[in-house]
């Protein structure tokens, strides 16, 4: 844990460069990130055309799902690019510090944990599916399908990493400036974690629940980045549930609607919660005994 939150050390780190790579880092995020989305907005209302529409819920109609996807899934490119602006020009120090205190990315590691993750999830769909006969409908549709597997493999690995090189990686060395204690951290980027996520639209369903699941895994991933002392666990694990989601099983409440082999026609909250919980408690279970506590040199 030391070694990971140490790596912070390698750059400068005054109070205001934090503020300005906050700024840098939403900007980019938030502002550069909407722009493929609000042309794709001013294409719907210059068309002419009564069936393209924005609804009130934040999804387009009318418009293919490949499209509104990738215009949606480009903010994460800018969010990159402003983490990766605040940690070399602002901060000082290179990119791969957010990741390791080695001199390389452990692809090995991090494949474990997509797989271990993405094999639970096909678990809990399973079982649900199971106990809930009709929940899950098939709509395969193979021309939209075939090229999205394509924009999915190359968007999501991205999104899912920026988030986690700015919530484990940035924000979680931060706070290990100031703050040694493992609890602690994980409570906090956790709680981190579920803030924008309350604003997705399957939040409205049960916000207690849904802000339990968006903590839970939130914190699940900084407590196994701590224990391992580098990111790579986390980086697989959040590729795994996202690549899932948006492949296999989406439902019909989501911030991003997916043409998915399946959609789920109900979310169900307690599900959800309780199956998580279990996937949480089997992930660290599993990689117990194999937590390395990495005490090496940082890289320099």
Not at 64 to 72: D, E, M, R, V
Request: proline share 4%; no cysteine; glycine share 6%.
């Amino acid at each position: 844990m030391d070694a990971y939150l140490d790596l912070a050390r390698l750059g400068k780190n005054h109070w205001w460069r934090y503020i300005v790579s906050l700024l840098v880092i939403f900007f980019s995020w938030q502002i550069v990130g909407a722009v493929p989305v609000i042309l794709l907005l001013i294409w719907t209302q210059l068309d002419n055309s009564p069936s393209t529409s924005f609804t009130a819920d934040g999804n387009f109609q009318g418009i293919s799902l490949n499209i509104t996807f990738t215009a949606f899934m480009l903010a994460s490119w800018a969010f990159l690019a402003g983490i990766f602006i605040a940690i070399r020009f602002i901060h000082g120090r290179r990119f791969l510090t957010l990741i390791t205190p080695h001199s390389r990315i452990d692809w090995k590691r991090l494949f474990q944990g997509f797989g271990l993750w993405f094999g639970l999830m096909v678990l809990i769909a399973v079982v649900e599916a199971a106990l809930y006969p009709g929940r899950y409908v098939w709509t395969f549709d193979r021309r939209a399908y075939l090229p999205f597997i394509f924009l999915a493999l190359i968007l999501i690995p991205i999104q899912t990493s920026a988030e986690e090189l700015f919530f484990r990686g940035y924000l979680l060395q931060g706070f290990g400036l100031r703050i040694r204690n493992l609890w602690v951290l994980t409570f906090l980027s956790g709680f981190l974690f579920m803030l924008p996520h309350l604003l997705n639209p399957e939040a409205k369903l049960d916000y207690w629940l849904m802000g339990l699941n968006y903590f839970s895994i939130g914190a699940m991933l900084a407590y196994v980045t701590l224990r391992e002392g580098r990111l790579e666990l986390a980086l697989g694990v959040h590729a795994a549930n996202n690549l899932f989601t948006a492949l296999f099983a989406n439902t019909v409440i989501t911030v991003l609607p997916t043409p998915s082999l399946f959609t789920i026609q109900e979310l169900d909250v307690n599900y959800s919660t309780i199956a998580l919980l279990v996937a949480i408690l089997v992930f660290v279970l599993t990689f117990w005994r194999s937590f390395r506590q990495r005490t090496s040199t940082p890289i320099p």
